[in-house]
């Protein structure tokens, strides 16, 4: 003779068996970040002269633009992909998507010689004027 607990204590295993293999065939998720379009960041280089400084941008490529008298010049930035980032049971990040706004370098330089070196991740923090260009303060 079978007793009530027996059918309760099925479900119960039933249920905790379906909740492990869950949780187990759950694992690893990866996700591919969107292409983020090419831009431009207007920068504006504040000093006495600033006619004697360039700016250099290190990105996939790397390009000089030389500094006019007003100080503002304007940088290309590519498109780009971040790599994939990976994260367990789909919610939890646990490594991958590496940043290359924070690697790609934006140098300013007067004579060859390096004055100020900032990531297009710090550029991008820096603050803007009305005409929206971030300000580079330098001083000769």
Known sequence: MKSAATPRLQILFVSVVGWALTL??????????????????????IAKSPDLYVVH?????????????????????PAYRPSCGVYLFNSMKVGGADDPLGTWAITVTS??????????????????????????KRSD
């Open 24 to 45: 187990a065939l759950e694992g690893c998720t990866y996700r591919l970040p969107v292409i983020s379009a090419p831009s431009q960041e207007r920068v504006r280089v």
């Open 57 to 77: 941008v290190d990105v996939d490529h790397v390009t000089d633009y030389p500094v006019p008298v007003d100080g503002r010049v304007i940088v290309g930035i």
């Open 111 to 136: 004579g060859g010689r390096t004055l100020r070196k900032l990531s297009v991740r710090q550029m991008k923090k820096l603050t803007t004027d009305l005409d929206g260009y971030r300000l580079l």
